[in-house]
T-cell receptor, first 109, second 113 residues
């Protein structure tokens, strides 16, 4: 089983602060996906990165795939209360998606 | 809205009872998956299917069976429920392998007493 370690597990910040969530593994993945999940709902895809070193931006969110395709990061600029939720990274290999434990982000007004 | 629909949303079972969770998708996706989500453990793959009539084991398949008789449906069965199967179950589908994102249903919260 390929393991994905996500850190931190919990993050509590004030509105307007910046933050970074990390997703690390010793395994190489075909792609790395980031999802956001709200209570009582299923995860919703934010982005997929497939090329080593790739950087994608989604408004205030910046996603990066490591050069060796073993790790990824999610950076949020000027966090807002609406960003509160569970953030999950998932790596695909041989057609299957393996998830990290998730990061619970709370942004206080 | 198009997507993945799971039924039921909630269920309470007694130990030893059986049940089937239904997942339906209307996006013509080839691949379908069943995950369970437990606190602190993220999402773990139970079984998956790469097309109609095919199924394969994931990371935690014991105690579960699946069937994919129709492309749009993926059923998850518990033959003899155990308290360790108390969890939130999510079904997902995707267009293909590799960089294709998954579309998840809203989950089924199952409690086994």
């Amino acid at each position: 089983t390929q393991l994905l370690e996500q850190s931190p597990q919990f993050l509590s910040i004030q509105e307007g602060e910046n933050l970074t969530v990390y997703c690390n593994s010793s395994s190489v993945f075909s792609s790395l996906q980031w999802y956001r999940q709200e209570p009582g709902e299923g995860p919703v895809l934010l982005v997929t990165v497939v090329t080593g070193g790739e950087v994608k931006k989604l408004k205030r969110l910046t996603f990066q795939f490591g050069d060796a395709r073993k790790d990824s990061s999610l950076h949020i600029t000027a966090a807002q209360p609406g960003d509160t939720g569970l953030y999950l990274c998932g790596g695909t290999s041989y057609g299957k998606l393996t998830f990290g434990q998730g990061t619970i982000l709370t942004v206080h007004p | 809205n198009a997507g993945v629909t799971q039924t039921p949303k909630f269920r309470v079972l007694k130990t030893g009872q059986s049940m089937t969770l239904l997942c339906a998708q209307d996006m013509n996706h080839e691949y379908m998956y069943w995950y369970r989500q437990d606190p602190g453990m993220g999402l773990r793959l139970i079984h998956y299917s790469v097309g109609e009539g095919t199924t394969a084991k994931g990371e935690v398949p014991d105690g579960y069976n699946v069937s994919r008789l129709k492309k749009q449906n993926f059923l998850l069965g518990l033959e003899s429920a155990a308290p360790s199967q108390t969890s939130v179950y999510f079904c997902a589908s995707s267009q293909g392998q590799g960089g294709y994102g998954y579309t998840f249903g809203s989950g089924t919260r199952l409690t086994v007493v």
